[in-house]
């Protein structure tokens, strides 16, 4: 009697690791896995603003017995190039795609702070920023934070933090030293 009520809880429990969450049934929705468009863009001047970045992070729900918590699982990022435009592409849908939550898109450029996103109906997106020291103080302690690239553990955001120099080089922009909201 004790087996299989042991039993029965194993696969409840196995029903819920594998069962889809947050109402993400369509996992090869070009919403959840890329690829992610658009520009980065001045918002005083309406200038594209090369070598800024944006960085999607997809964090996997890690299921318990009393609460659901948050683990990183990818990250990946696209570098504007001169005429402000970047993209992040498309990523693999992996084999447990209903425990990936939908990605959170952040976006830096040196010595600005990002104000609005407006996106497009073909999921193009217009970041707009404004220079920090354009911010009042309070502004710019909002911007101050590193939001969703806390989760990036330390070894793979040194490896997104080359890639985005690779891309600064190649269009003869300065190396920056981490991924975060306030000034390089």
């Given amino acids: 009697m004790r087996r299989r009520a042991l039993v029965l809880c194993s696969c409840a429990a196995l029903g819920f ?19 992610f468009r658009g520009r980065m863009i001045d918002a005083d001047t309406d200038e594209p603003i090369p070598g800024a970045v944006a960085v999607a992070i997809w964090l996997e729900i890690v299921p ?4 659901t918590n948050h683990k990183f699982y990818d990250a990946t990022v696209g570098v504007s190039g001169l005429d402000g435009t970047f993209q992040i592409p498309r990523r ?14 952040e976006h830096f450029a040196p010595w600005y702070a990002r104000i609005g996103i407006d996106k497009s109906e073909e999921g193009f997106t217009t970041v707009r920023m404004r220079k920090w020291g354009a911010l009042s103080r309070q502004e710019q302690l909002h911007h101050g934070s590193m939001g969703q690239a806390i989760w990036i553990p330390d070894k793979e955001r040194k490896a997104l933090i080359d890639s985005i120099n690779i891309e600064r080089q190649r269009i003869g922009l300065r190396p920056v030293r981490s991924i975060r909201g306030i000034p390089w």
């Fill in 64 to 67: 318990t017995l009393m609460h």
């Fill in 92 to 105: 693999s849908t992996p084999f447990f795609a209903s425990r990936i939550e939908k990605p959170a898109i």
């Fill in 17 to 35: 690791l594998l069962a889809p969450r947050h109402g993400h049934s369509d996992e090869t929705s070009d919403a959840k896995w890329g690829p």
